[in-house]
């Protein structure tokens, strides 16, 4: 499991940065229907960064009187006999369209036509630009892999980076793309050097794809490469090539290759790259890459001691222990302990950050747990030595095999018994040379292990209670497959929603296949600064854990991922706040890892007889107000439980559902976070919330 990175803004030598709060701001009604505060309901809650496109579907409903002289016109007899006929008619149409499967059927498709109709394949997913992973950001992180080849093959200290109005610049100061084959490396399925070990031996993009995905995908796409004075110049349009160029130089320019691409909205529709995500991707590229200078729209990314920056970055003071690193020419890793509950890893391949981990963090991890019992000569368990843990890792393999194209977990069997040895041996060197901190170790394992003894007495005592009562959970409304079904439950996801009129509308609108509901009785209790045996004692969130499958272990989690689909009214946003905290505080993996999400639904739906135009903001609101005219009527969502369940339906389908994943901007953020807006009222956040309360003419009612 890995954890998200932050997105620093400061420039090099800036040693910290801004805490921030859970990125984005929600969705949901920015103004309520009484007097709140704009930001203090925001606070923990994520949202989308920019506007969503407004879905329009069409009128479900006809006139009273078109429905009476319907009626009036058929029978019930000759209706059943109209409903036979056109089902025939369908039939006969669908055999006449199989007949046609012949040759003339079949279609061929080049490289690019391929990667722009099957897109998924190659970037994952698509997405405006308000997830991090979203496609726009892999195009990016293509292009500018390439450039990380050069440097980690010696070619090259500096990359220069431009992103601005949607387009993107990027220049290397390596070896260029050979002359002749330039077109044909950003054009060409299996087309390069990253196949040739000779040239590239720890590539990041090592499957050939990279560039011509970014060339299918983009509206507009050029190439330069300069080497030894003369250039090649080409330039695509959903890659289809344009223009070609080649040429001497008139002045001495450094060798290197130049790219710049517009995502193609055709593909992406609106979209807008937010800075934060790519920061935190240059901040990436430099803790893995040090002594290597990126230069973002003229700020400076640079780091000397790689992933000790990171780490030191993410923890700072919170660490109980100085941070502990290993380097060598295959493996790098950095570790320290937290009083934090569960464990946060940050994991790399060649550069690739492994969101899912992989064979090198597990094996990581045993070399970790074998180390410490080595140096201990103990047998401590594994759960008592790693839990508060925090570490970053970088392995460095040949011929890595990820799982997708988007390498978010890597799959190779043969490099857990080097990691295990090095890891064990490089950690048994580092405490015996930092004695303190390893005293400062052990009183955090044996703490662990008291904890858990302690925990096991109140886990059963809760798992008895839960016994009694009922075999299953009665707020819980399971699907079929999870995530331990493999490619079944892969999709799987729970809903985590308040009261039942909230989980009636949803149970009808699911697909009780991969989609389950938990229901909250009403708001949970405000867990924050209490002890970790204290949420097992807590009944609703108990049968919350067990509704998760974490009461005894996170590994066992069943869902893909947890949503949380509470109303955008204040009542919501305060669930919302209280569920958050409590993952935060106890379950903070499940976030860092980006399990977690916000279900977002329309605000308004604005109609006339013949549309709908759902709504997720006001802005859109208005838009649709005047697209539809004067005649149209607006309703304003304020519950969940207020949508019809077949209008329901298209708001929780994957195809059309709009989730925010949750995502902290910095580990050590987060208990300042929690304090400030889930502890005891200080005088700052009630001077917080007089100065942005709203008057009666900022509320919209």
């Given at each position: 499991m890995g954890g998200k990175i932050d997105n620093a803004k400061k420039s090099v030598g800036s040693k910290t940065a801004a805490s921030?709060?859970?990125?984005?701001?929600?969705?949901?009604?920015?103004?309520?229907?009484?007097?709140?505060?704009?930001?203090?309901v925001q606070a923990i809650v994520p949202a989308a960064k920019s506007a969503v496109a407004a879905k329009k579907a069409p009128a479900k409903t006809v006139s009273k009187v078109e429905e009476k002289?319907?009626?009036?016109?058929?029978?019930?007899?000759?209706?059943?006999?109209?409903?036979?006929?056109?089902?025939?008619?369908?039939?006969?149409?669908?055999?006449?369209?199989?007949?046609?499967?012949?040759?003339?059927?079949?279609?061929?498709?080049?490289?690019?036509?391929?990667?722009?109709?099957?897109?998924?394949?190659?970037?994952?997913?698509?997405?405006?630009?308000?997830?991090?992973?979203?496609?726009?950001?892999?195009?990016?992180?293509?292009?500018?892999?390439?450039?990380?080849?050069?440097?980690?093959?010696?070619y090259g200290k500096r990359i220069d980076?431009?992103?601005?109005?949607?387009?993107?610049?990027?220049?290397?100061?390596?070896?260029?793309?050979?002359?002749?084959?330039?077109?044909?490396?950003?054009?060409q399925i299996n087309t390069g050097a990253k196949y040739n070990d000779d040239v590239f031996q720890f590539s990041v993009g090592m499957n050939g794809v990279g560039t011509k995905a970014v060339n299918a995908l983009s509206s507009y796409f050029r190439v330069l490469s300069i080497r030894d004075g003369e250039c090649?110049?080409?330039?695509?349009?959903?890659?289809?090539?344009?223009?070609?160029?080649?040429?001497?130089?008139?002045?001495?320019?450094?060798?290197?290759?130049?790219?710049?691409?517009?995502?193609?909205?055709?593909?992406?529709?609106?979209?807008?790259?937010?800075?934060?995500?790519?920061?935190?991707?240059?901040?990436?590229?430099?803790?893995?890459?040090?002594?290597?200078?990126?230069?973002?729209?003229g700020q400076d990314?640079?780091?000397?001691?790689?992933?000790?920056?990171?780490?030191?970055?993410?923890?700072?003071?919170?660490?109980?222990?100085q941070i502990g690193s290993y380097t060598s020419d295959h493996l790098r890793f950095a570790f320290t302990h937290t009083n934090a509950y569960g464990e946060n890893h940050f994991s790399f391949v060649n550069g690739q950050y492994t969101a899912d981990g992989g064979t090198h963090l597990n094996a990581f991890k045993e070399g970790f747990v074998r180390g410490v019992n080595d140096f201990f000569s103990a047998s401590y368990k594994a759960e008592d030595i790693r839990d508060g843990m925090a570490s970053a890792i970088l392995v460095k393999v040949k011929d890595p095999v990820f799982e997708s194209q988007t390498k978010?977990?890597?799959?190779?069997?043969?490099?857990?018994?080097?990691?295990?040895?090095?890891?064990?041996?490089?950690?048994?060197?580092?405490?015996?040379?930092n004695p303190e901190a390893a005293k400062k170790l052990k009183e955090k394992i044996e703490a662990n292990e008291k904890l858990r003894t302690e925990l096991s007495a109140v886990k059963k005592e809760a798992k008895e209670a839960a016994k009694k009562i009922n075999i299953r959970i009665p707020k819980l409304k399971d699907c079929k497959f999870h995530v331990q079904d493999g490619s079944k439950g892969e999709n799987s996801m729970i809903f985590i929603t308040e009261g039942d009129s909230a989980s009636g509308t949803m149970t009808h609108s699911r697909d009780a296949n991969f989609q389950a509901i938990f229901s909250l009785r009403g708001k949970p209790e405000?867990?924050?600064?209490?002890?970790?045996?204290?949420?097992?004692?807590?009944?609703?969130?108990?049968?919350?854990?067990?509704?998760?499958?974490?009461?005894?272990?996170?590994?066992?989690?069943?869902?893909?991922?947890?949503?949380?689909a509470t109303d955008a009214d204040n009542d919501g946003f305060h669930i919302r706040n209280l569920v958050m905290t409590f993952f935060l505080g106890y379950f903070e993996e499940l976030v860092t890892s980006g399990r977690v999400f916000i279900l977002e639904t329309p605000l308004f739906r604005v109609r006339n007889k013949k549309e709908n135009i759902y709504c997720y903001s006001e802005e859109e609101r208005d838009k649709a107000q005047k697209e539809l005219g004067k005649g149209c009527e607006t309703s304003r969502f304020k519950g969940l439980g207020e949508i019809n369940p077949d209008e329901f339906r298209q708001f929780?389908?994957?195809?059309?559902?709009?989730?925010?994943?949750?995502?902290?901007?910095?580990?050590?953020?987060?208990?300042?976070?929690?304090?400030?807006?889930?502890?005891?009222n200080t005088p700052e956040r009630r001077q917080f919330i007089e100065s942005h309360l709203l008057s009666n003419a900022d509320i919209d009612a």
């Open positions: 921030k709060t859970v990125a984005g701001k929600t969705s949901a009604v920015k103004k309520s229907e009484s007097k709140v505060t704009k930001s203090s002289t319907a009626v009036k016109t058929l029978t019930s007899a000759e209706k059943k006999k109209a409903e036979l006929a056109k089902a025939q008619k369908e039939k006969q149409t669908t055999v006449k369209q199989v007949k046609k499967y012949d040759e003339s059927q079949v279609k061929h498709l080049d490289a690019l036509e391929h990667i722009r109709l099957r897109s998924g394949m190659y970037i994952g997913r698509l997405g405006d630009g308000s997830n991090q992973n979203d496609g726009i950001y892999v195009l990016l992180k293509e292009v500018v892999d390439n450039a990380i080849d050069e440097y980690i093959m010696g980076v431009e992103v601005k109005d949607n387009r993107v610049k990027v220049r290397d100061y390596g070896r260029g793309i050979p002359l002749g084959s330039v077109v044909d490396c950003v054009s090649v110049e080409a330039i695509f349009e959903r890659g289809k090539l344009v223009s070609q160029k080649r040429g001497a130089l008139k002045q001495k320019v450094h060798n290197g290759t130049y790219f710049e691409f517009v995502p193609d909205e055709g593909i992406f529709g609106k979209y807008s790259f937010n800075m934060e995500f790519v920061e935190k991707r240059m901040w990436n590229y430099a803790y893995l890459n040090e002594g290597l200078t990126i230069r973002l729209n990314f640079y780091s000397e001691n790689g992933l000790f920056d990171l780490l030191n970055k993410e923890m700072e003071d919170e660490c109980l222990y978010n977990k890597l799959g190779n069997t043969d490099v857990r018994q080097w990691i295990v040895s090095e890891v064990q041996s490089g950690l048994n060197t580092w405490l015996h040379k405000n867990m924050y600064g209490k002890k970790q045996s204290e949420i097992y004692k807590n009944d609703e969130l108990y049968q919350l854990m067990m509704a998760l499958g974490i009461e005894t272990d996170i590994e066992n989690l069943k869902y893909s991922k947890i949503v949380i929780i389908s994957p195809e059309t559902m709009h989730l925010t994943p949750v995502e902290i901007s910095q580990l050590k953020a987060v208990p300042k976070l929690l304090s400030f807006y889930m502890g005891k």
